[in-house]
């Protein structure tokens, strides 16, 4: 899966690294403190937002910004493109779960996992045009699998969160859940009583989570789909008959 973010140059990133809060802070950090003044001021963007600890304004923030240990409290509907972000890591990790039990090796806490991080300096603009963001990950990662998935999602979610606060929204701040924006208000659990596994769908990042319904719903590339109504082809289409 490709990952591209509105970002300019940014210093290549060290190789080795723990997993979770204070890697992704950091490789944030790095990146802070070589954006050129051109950098700064090219999209007019919160770059401010980068400064001290960027990712404490987060957490406990919208629907889905929920980090470390919190993971799993996230619901109801993405608020904006920073939440947005917090619920495609939170669906990342979630797979990385789901996807190790399959296998043998066991990832209760993806987040607390210790990977090699890749240099993101080339997804910039494009720069790894063709390249896999997963595999980069894993190359670096080859006996983990645990340690290659979660590289991939939290590598993109780094990138993607730079490029949104290098970007032309301000940071909005009201979705702060101790400044008083309410989370159980504003962000309704659906409720229903469908008991069915979860399984996964889509590449390594993105990769997210849903409800098998007992076989009524697959995969089909990156996109869920009745499996009574289509057909999933080899080309990962759908239609009603391949």
């Known amino acids: 899966m490709k990952a591209t973010a509105a970002v300019s140059s940014i210093l290549l990133l060290s190789k ?18 070589n954006l050129t003044t051109m950098d700064r001021n090219l999209g007019g963007g919160d770059t401010a937002f980068l400064m001290g600890s960027p990712l404490e ?14 993971h799993g409290q996230g619901a109801g509907e993405a608020q904006n493109e920073v939440d ?14 789901i996807d190790a039990s399959y296998g043998d090796e066991n990832c209760p806490q993806p987040w607390a996992i210790e990977y090699n991080i890749i ?5 910039m603009f494009g720069g790894n045009s ?17 340690a290659a998935r979660t590289c991939a999602v939290e590598s993109f979610f780094t990138l993607n969160l730079i490029g949104e606060f290098l970007s032309m929204k301000p940071f909005d701040a009201t979705l702060k859940h101790s400044d008083g924006w309410s ?55 759908l239609s009603l008959v391949c």
């Open 16 to 33: 080795n690294a723990f997993a979770g809060y204070s890697e992704i802070e950091s490789m944030i950090e790095q990146a802070q403190a």
């Open 57 to 70: 304004k987060i957490n406990g923030y919208g629907c889905w910004c929920f980090l470390q240990e919190e």
């Open 84 to 97: 947005a972000h917090c619920q495609t890591l939170h669906h990342g990790y979630s797979c990385v779960k």
């Open 119 to 123: 240099p993101l300096t080339a997804w």
């Open 130 to 146: 063709g390249r896999d963001m997963y595999a980069d990950c894993k190359n670096l990662n080859q006996d983990s699998e645990c």
């Open 183 to 237: 989370h159980s208000d504003n962000c309704p659990r659906k409720l229903g009583s469908d008991q069915s596994p979860l399984e996964c769908c889509g590449e390594y990042p993105p990769r997210f989570p849903y409800k098998t319904k007992d076989g009524q719903r697959g995969c089909c590339g990156d996109k869920t789909y009745d499996t009574n109504l289509q057909e999933c082809c080899s080309d990962n289409t």
